[in-house]
Antibody, heavy 119, light 114 residues
Framework: EVQLVESGGGLVQPGGSLRLSCAAS????????MSWVRQAPGKGLEWVAN????????NYVDSVKGRFTISRDDAKHSVYLQMNSLRTEDTAVYYC????????????WGQGTLVTVSS | DIVMTQSPDSLAVSLGERATMSCKSS????????????LAWYQQKPGQPPKLLIY???TRESGVPDRFSGSGSGTDFTLTISSLQAEDVAVYYC??????????FGQGTRVEIK
């Protein structure tokens, strides 16, 4: 069974930093894209970042470029999101997602971790 | 960036009736080399993460009831629930995952019981 378990969320002041982690199990981790998607309270889904299966390519939504960094550790079956210079508008549930055998880009979702940016 | 626009924003349908919702992309998400549309549909219930229903625009994910179907190509797509059940009350999102990120989502369509 595929499992994606996020951790690292919490309350942080504006301008602060957080590092989210996502531990994956139940599939061949190095085969698929890994992404982060967020959802602000009461709002829709926003794709944030992804990293290619070999880590050679990383992409970000414009609003987080220069502040967030996605990385992966295939040996630990984990993907990370380093978030710096956090803003109140970054407040959201952050979901880790992975591809699957039928479609390498999308498919599986974790339960999410809440990030609250507030003074 | 590709902009995804869903309609309507909300939909009220009687139990057992058909529910149909639309998703339009600002650019084609069809890839000629593999003849695939890079378009997915998700269902999200309150307090839960989204659940993948449909990928490649029309391929139903394993375990998804066959009352859910996806259609369309290029820039215009449709998700149909053929006979609405009480457990289908949710928000439905489309997402394009075409080659160049960001892999954008539509704003969602809320489905309720009439």
């Amino acid at each position: 069974e595929v499992q994606l378990v996020e951790s690292g969320g919490g309350l942080v002041q504006p301008g602060g930093s957080l590092r989210l982690s996502c531990a994956a199990s139940g599939f061949t981790f190095s085969t698929f894209y890994m992404s982060w998607v967020r959802q602000a309270p009461g709002k829709g889904l926003e794709w944030v970042a992804n990293i290619k299966l070999d880590g050679s390519e990383r992409n970000y939504v414009d609003s987080v470029k220069g502040r967030f960094t996605i990385s992966r550790d295939d040996a630990k079956h984990s993907v990370y999101l380093q978030m710096n210079s956090l803003r109140t508008e970054d407040t959201a549930v952050y979901y880790c997602t992975s591809g699957m055998s039928e479609v390498w880009e999308i498919g599986h979702w974790g339960q999410g971790t809440l990030v609250t940016v507030s003074s | 960036d590709i902009v995804m626009t869903q309609s309507p924003d909300s939909l009220a349908v009687s139990l057992g009736e058909r529910a149909t919702m639309s998703c339009k992309s600002s650019q084609s998400v069809f890839h000629t080399p593999n003849n695939k549309n890079y378009l997915a549909w998700y269902q999200q219930k309150p307090g839960q993460p989204p659940k993948l229903l449909i990928y490649w625009a029309s391929t139903r994910e394993s375990g998804v009831p066959d009352r859910f179907s996806g259609s369309g190509s290029g820039t215009d797509f449709t998700l149909t629930i053929s006979s609405l059940q009480a457990e289908d009350v949710a928000v439905y999102y489309c997402q394009q995952y075409s080659n160049t990120p960001p892999w954008t989502f539509g704003q969602g369509t809320r489905v309720e019981i009439k």
